[in-house]
């Protein structure tokens, strides 16, 4: 489903759905969800941000209020990152979160709501830590899950590793090993827009 403007012209409503990462997205002036909707807009996309990030949720609380924090703006989009929390703070098992996630994302599709899944970025810059390597096996679940259900996977876990891998410093993207700092900001943000963009020439 490719995302077009309507005739009138209308703007797009565009739902931010996950954490903290989320909200402090929308709240800090360089946050990923202020650069996303800036970049859009200033390439012509008409659009309605509805933030919807909540600091310290997990799967489990995403899907308990998907119906009031989503389904019932009624959007046309939706950028998902949920699923670091549930590791960080060992919420639920990993079938749990399989759970959690289809069920979420069938609630978005059958809503006709156009969903672009991102995967889960670091929990510390270490990336060969214990947490890092379980995100991994979170991340692998997420492509396939994204690969049956026909939906746009945003690779933001790639960008966000790249840069710290060809940094030397011990807070390359985040300050304190989880929430962004402004260059891991603008890295989703890159990561997204571009995303976007080509999806929808």
């Not at 990923?32 to 800036?38: A, L, S, T």
């Not at 919807?52 to 950028?79: E, Q, W, Y």
Request: a negative charge.
């Amino acid at each position: 489903m490719i995302v077009k403007q309507s005739v009138q012209n209308e703007p797009l409503k565009v739902v931010f759905f996950g954490d903290s990462i989320t909200q402090f997205g929308w709240e800090n002036q360089n946050g990923y969800v202020q650069q996303v909707v800036e970049r859009l807009t200033n390439s012509g996309v008409n659009i309605l941000p509805i933030p919807a990030g909540i600091c310290g949720h997990t799967s489990k609380n995403m899907l308990d209020r998907m119906d009031k924090d989503v389904l019932s703006k009624k959007p046309d989009i939706m950028f998902f990152m949920g699923g670091l929390n549930d590791i960080w703070l060992n919420k639920g098992t990993f079938e749990d979160y399989k759970e959690n996630i289809n069920a979420i994302l069938d609630k978005a599709q059958k809503n006709d709501i156009k969903v672009y899944l991102m995967n889960l970025t670091v929990i510390s810059e270490d990336l060969d830590s214990s947490m890092n390597k379980e995100i991994d096996r979170y991340n692998e679940f997420l492509s396939e899950i994204a690969k049956e259900k026909n939906i746009t996977l945003i690779d933001v876990s790639s960008a966000v590793k790249a840069e710290i891998r060809k940094s030397n410093k011990n807070s390359a993207i985040t300050t304190d090993g989880v929430h962004l700092n402004d260059k891991g900001n603008t890295i989703l943000a890159n990561t997204i827009v571009n995303k976007y963009l080509e999806e929808n020439k």
